[in-house]
């Protein structure tokens, strides 16, 4: 079935320091790519998504590109705040009995120390 | 426009209880889904449901069961509660079209004793 693995955490960085979470995914046909992330105590909020190959998501100084060559959704970016410690989830959205469903990865839990 | 809202935040119930949880979708979105979300399974798909009917339900038992009402508003109900239920309940929203994003709750944390 559709599967998405991500890369196991914690991640700890410095404050300013480069950022990347792989992302890799299994899916029949071509479903749509997001990164949610969960601050402390909250639910899911949408970071970024693409919905086709060679996308780019981009929100708040985080990337990703949709690669349909090596079926990943790697997130970045370039330098990080103690402000985006939280758990990073990259999903795929696979359409299913008429209806779309999200399929997340783990989670990956991110601490930037100032 | 308003988040997803969910009530209530906060739940402690003891094995054998039933329990309902709520949302309100983003306005205008038709579209509920609920998630289940703890740290052994991660966050996985319960049911979706779509102008009042399901469409969509995942790999968990009757004991878990939902509705949705005319104004698109959700609940979701569990019976005879059982330990392994303790979990962050999330709900999320979208209008229910192919390829749309879905907007989440805060969640209701639901604990079993």
């Known amino acids: 079935g559709d599967s998405v693995t991500q890369m196991e955490g914690p991640v700890t960085l410095s404050e300013e320091a480069f950022l990347t979470i792989n992302c890799t995914y299994t899916?029949?046909?071509?479903?749509?790519l997001f990164w949610y992330v969960q601050y402390p105590g909250e639910g899911l909020q949408l970071l970024l998504k693409?919905?086709?190959?060679?996308d780019k998501g981009s929100n708040k100084g985080f990337e990703a590109t949709y690669r349909k060559e090596t079926t990943s959704f790697h997130l970045e970016k370039g330098s990080v705040q103690v402000s985006d410690s939280a758990v990073y989830f990259c999903?795929?959205?696979?359409?299913?009995?008429?209806?779309?469903?999200?399929?997340f990865g783990k989670g990956t839990k991110l601490t930037v120390n100032p | 426009k308003a988040g997803v809202t969910q009530t209530p935040r906060y739940l402690i119930k003891t094995r054998g209880q039933q329990v309902t949880l709520s949302c309100s979708p983003i306005?205008?979105?038709?579209?509920v889904s609920w998630y289940q979300q703890t740290p052994g399974q991660g966050l996985q798909f319960l049911f979706e449901?779509?102008?009042?009917?399901?469409?969509n339900k995942g790999n968990f038992p009757g004991r878990f069961s939902g509705r949705q009402f005319s104004n698109s508003r959700s609940e979701m109900n569990v019976s005879t509660l059982e330990l392994g239920d303790s979990a962050l309940y999330l709900c999320?929203?979208?209008?229910?079209?192919?390829?749309?994003?879905?907007?989440f709750g805060p969640g209701t944390r639901l604990t079993v004793l």
């Open positions: 899916a029949t046909g071509y479903p749509s």
């Open positions: 693409a919905t086709k190959a060679d």
């Open positions: 999320a929203s979208s209008q229910g079209t192919s390829a749309d994003t879905q907007y």
């Open positions: 999903a795929l959205s696979m359409r299913w009995g008429g209806s779309e469903k999200l399929v």
């Open positions: 306005s205008g979105h038709r579209s």
């Open positions: 449901y779509f102008s009042e009917t399901q469409r």
